[in-house]
């Protein structure tokens, strides 16, 4: 049983704002994509890592996880979605076995806990072909219809049932092969922000876990600095 990690790395990162695609961005000692692989080999649970790459920097960020000793690892050229990105990862794996399992991850979370990461696994050795961490949502949510110039909310819904939702997401690789599959027939403006939504529409079950707060993505110039504080906290 093989267990192989993608991650996504491939994105620009307009909202954050920098100069460089968000992954190259540096925390401490190292930009994001360092801090994610490093967390992901330190588990002991993976066996392979294939990251994504914004298609002009592969070689950069290739030379950037070797200086890192990250190794061994794949880096290739990601897509114009998140969604082709990790198409992108399972076509570049090898062939596999029928009981092998695939995390998807996200570099945006450099600080996921190796704990967090070894739950995730277990939990799809156990026999759970799909598995998300997740945590209770602390905002009131609303949904939202777009008027003319302003923005209507037309429900509330019930924030004890809502979850916001994590990486690393873990998969029974033939599963998560079949949901990309089938996801790669729709227009980018449908593809999906995380992999389990295309196995939810597989109607296969999606088992939650636990996440952390340590797994917060980075998006803005704020979480970034959040994020830095929590390495200064607790460094790896
Ligand atoms: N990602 C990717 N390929 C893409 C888009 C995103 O591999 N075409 C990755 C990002 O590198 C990130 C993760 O998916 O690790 C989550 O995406 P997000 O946080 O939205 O990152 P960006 O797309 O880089 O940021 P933004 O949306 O602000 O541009
Ligand atoms: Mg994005």
């Not at 990862?89 to 998807?104: K, N, Q, R, S, T």
Request: without cysteine; glycine residues 8%.
């Amino acid at each position: 049983m093989t267990t192989t990690a993608i991650l996504t790395a491939a994105g620009s990162g307009d909202r954050l704002g920098h100069p460089i695609p968000k992954a190259l961005v540096p925390i401490a000692d190292a930009p994001l994509v360092v801090h994610a692989a490093r967390r992901l080999l330190a588990s002991n649970v993976v066996d392979a890592l294939v990251v994504t790459a914004p298609p002009g920097v592969v070689g950069p960020m290739a030379r950037v996880l070797h200086d890192a000793g990250i190794e061994p690892v794949i880096v290739i050229a990601g897509g114009a979605t998140r969604q082709e990105s990790v198409a992108a990862g399972l076509e570049a794996l090898p062939p596999g076995a029928g009981d092998d399992v695939v995390i998807v991850h996200d570099a945006a979370r450099p600080f996921a806990p190796v704990s967090l990461i070894r739950r995730v696994v277990r939990a799809v050795r156990e026999g759970h072909s799909a598995v998300i961490p997740a945590l209770p949502v602390a905002d009131t949510i609303k949904q939202i219809s777009a008027g003319d110039r302003v923005e209507y909310v037309v429900g509330t819904p019930d924030r004890s049932v809502l979850r916001a939702v994590q990486t690393p997401q873990g998969f029974s690789r033939a599963l998560l092969e079949q949901a990309h599959a089938v996801a790669a027939q729709r227009p980018a403006s449908d593809h999906a922000t995380d992999d389990a939504g295309l196995v939810e529409e597989l109607g296969e079950a999606v088992v939650v876990i636990r996440g952390s707060s340590r797994a917060m993505k980075i998006t803005t110039q704020t979480d970034l600095r959040i994020a830095s504080a929590l390495f200064d906290e607790e460094p790896i």
